[in-house]
């Protein structure tokens, strides 16, 4: 634990002007990231008696070892850098929001040719744009469901749009009008466009012009006696009208805005967010988190519209954005709220009304966010450390293992071997630390062997990350600690527990791995799938936990997932190398000149009957390239002509291949 005054600024050093300001521990990790109208002010109010300081914020200035700070113009940018650097350096002891989960939303991809209607998931994607987000993705497709039949728009895959396309017929959707069928030459892809915008315009809220409009066509078709066209009219706007019933009216004069109301206690905050567009509720998110660092309500709020727009641009940032407290810098986050838009962004409490009884309803949904939360964590912190302490009571271990770091061998028939490092801490998974491996150091089937590359090559890293950080000299003292930029990094801390997917052997050959690094403090076992036996270095019998054990359970679980996440590599990679053609094999070629080629020829098997000068006249590729893909596509083997099963006739293979091979490049 550190003196504060070891490290305190000189009287005089600090300016007094707006800056961001970086905690550093011994190890010169960043701890912490904060913001200051002064600088001089805030860092000196760090350094005063610790009895005086909020609990948190004295373990934070006993934990750090140096600080650091930088200058600069104004408050906005201030705000801006503390964003940036939170996001870069990952700092422990700062408030950050996470999602419990990824929330769908409802996109648009604008930027296609034919626009496409589906559910997307994760970070936001260019000339797409995004509706939401929602709960839960049955209730986005109720609605485009619903909205399908007044706006047939695409909502089918790349592939099967091209299949639709080559057979000259639509699929499902286009035959019962819920797709206006861009694939078999229907509609123009104008047409289509514009259909897609339609929809985006109804969806933005844009609702009560459209419906008048469709109200007006059926008349004149009910005075034309046109009852069909009627009648499909007077259906649309039954759809369209329900579609409008699941998000009810809740703020008048079409308001776009978004409420943001928290909930907390001493120990945690729950963050509970309404997206109000058209007047309409047409999304909800929550985040939970632990209140690392001393905050009050106003500044949960400040970090809240961070983790929000922080990554947004234009209409996803509301002209109004109503929250319960104002932060300390409400004029610099309004400025820069203003800035992401692109136009002036109200931020404000609100007082009375329908905007401040929904500001209600947001809030106690947080309450029961928080309160649902610490229900199940209770609950679930109980069963984990049930688990953790069985564990150590059954392998005899010191203390309960809080990181539990497991390792998987998979490849098929000795082929794309491949390992898994999954991390589970406090008993619960942490994904963000999952490794992959490929087996480098020989060719086969040889899962021990594997198994001892993977451990040492994992280890080696941890012992090369101490040796960094100045925890650790290797024993002829040559070792060198260079200037630590303060960014987490991989591998950079050790677990109590490896747990190995198998037997005796594979546990053998870790503990060997371990041992020839000198790395001594972590204890090894091994999970048997055949009767989920447990086996220790140099036991020659194993240790059974009871099938009702929450230890066997928590193992097996974190066994599962090693197995999972080393399968789906190994399946990936052997997707891709039965998927590689000819032009993968050619040393510099890019998939951008590769699609070129192709394109340019119309399939690898023109391209390979091209000269050299023809292939030169892609644009991208000089002699020197076009020699090299001439070469290589004269080595590979050209595959056998396809044959049509139900005639026996030969197929010749004019249509495009696709340009990272595949079995049809011949």
Not at 116 to 131: E, I, L, N, S
Not at 151 to 171: D, L, Y
Not at 372 to 395: M, Q
Request: proline share 6%; with cysteine; charged share 30%.
């Amino acid at each position: 634990m550190a003196d504060p005054s070891s490290y305190r600024p000189k009287p005089g050093q600090i300016p007094d002007s707006p800056g961001v300001y970086r905690f550093r521990d011994e190890h010169r990790r960043v701890i912490y990231v904060g913001k200051a109208k002064s600088l001089r002010q805030r860092l000196a109010s760090y350094f005063q008696d610790l009895a005086g300081l909020h609990p948190r914020t004295a373990t934070m200035v006993t934990t750090a070892a140096s600080v650091e700070w930088t200058v600069v113009s104004t408050e906005v940018e201030a705000l801006q850098l503390e964003y940036s650097w939170i996001k870069e350096y990952d700092p422990r002891f700062n408030v950050k929001y996470r999602d419990d989960k990824s929330y769908p939303s409802l996109a648009v991809t604008l930027g296609e040719e034919y626009p496409r209607v589906q559910v997307m998931r994760g970070p936001k994607k260019k000339g797409v744009r995004y509706f939401g987000p929602y709960g839960h993705a049955w209730a986005i497709r109720e609605t485009v469901d619903l909205m399908l039949r007044v706006f047939p728009v695409r909502t089918c895959s790349a592939g099967v749009f091209k299949r639709s396309a080559q057979i000259g017929r639509p699929c499902l959707l286009g035959y019962i009008g819920k797709c206006s069928a861009p694939c078999v030459g229907r509609v123009t892809p104008e047409e289509h466009r514009e259909l897609a915008e339609d929809f985006c315009d109804f969806m933005a809220g844009r609702t009560g012009t459209y419906l008048s409009r469709l109200e007006k066509e059926m008349h004149e078709a009910a005075e034309e006696m046109e009852y069909e066209k009627a009648a499909r009219l007077r259906d649309d706007i039954g759809a369209l009208r329900r579609a409008m019933e699941k998000n009810a009216v809740v703020l008048a004069d079409a308001t776009d805005a978004d409420l943001v109301a928290v909930a907390e206690d001493e120990l945690e905050a729950a963050v509970q967010i309404f997206h109000v567009r058209g007047g309409r509720v047409r999304g909800q998110r929550g985040w939970v988190t632990d209140k690392v660092e001393a905050v009050d309500t106003a500044g949960l709020v400040e970090h809240a519209l961070q983790q929000l727009y922080g990554e947004e641009k234009g209409e996803a940032v509301p002209k109004e954005v109503l929250v319960p407290a104002l932060p300390e810098d409400t004029p610099a986050l309004s400025q820069w709220l203003a800035e992401r838009r692109g136009s002036q962004v109200s931020l404000r409490i609100p007082q009375r009304g329908d905007k401040k009884a929904l500001m209600e309803t947001v809030h106690r949904n947080a309450q029961q966010s928080l309160a649902l939360h610490k229900t199940k964590r209770a609950s679930d912190l109980t069963t984990r450390s049930r688990a953790l302490e069985e564990i150590a009571e059954a392998l005899e271990l010191d203390s309960a293992p809080l990181r539990i770091e497991c390792f998987d061998i998979s490849h098929l028939q000795g082929d794309d071997v491949v390992a898994s490092m999954v991390v589970f801490e406090d008993g619960l998974a942490r994904k963000g630390e999952y490794r992959r491996f490929q087996i480098k150091s020989f060719e086969g089937q040889d899962d021990v062997r594997s198994m001892h590359e993977v451990v040492s090559r994992r280890f080696r890293r941890y012992l090369q990350e101490k040796l960094r950080t100045g925890e650790w000299e290797p024993e002829d003292g040559d070792g060198e600690s260079p200037e630590d930029d303060g960014r987490p990094r991989r591998f950079a801390y050790p677990p109590q527990l490896v747990v190995v997917d198998g037997g005796q052997p594979q546990v053998a050959a870790a503990k060997r791995a371990l041992e020839e690094l000198g790395v001594d403090d972590v204890a090894v076992c091994g999970l048997a799938k055949r009767l989920e036996e447990v086996w220790l270095p140099g036991e020659d019998d194993p240790v059974v936990l009871p099938r009702t054990s929450e230890g066997l359970y928590l193992l097996q679980r974190v066994r599962d997932e090693a197995h999972r996440f080393a399968i789906q590599y190994q399946r990936n990679k052997r997707g891709k190398r039965l998927k590689a053609g000819p032009l993968d094999e050619v040393p510099g070629l890019g998939e951008t000149r590769k699609q070129a080629l192709v394109k340019h020829f119309g399939s690898v098997k023109k391209l390979r009957q091209a000269t050299i000068d023809q292939i030169c006249e892609v644009p991208g590729i000089g002699r020197k390239t076009a020699e090299t893909v001439a070469a290589a596509l004269a080595e590979a083997v050209p595959a056998g002509p396809a044959v049509n099963t139900a005639t026996g006739e030969i197929i010749e293979d004019e249509n495009p291949a696709p340009a990272g091979g595949g079995t049809s490049q011949r």
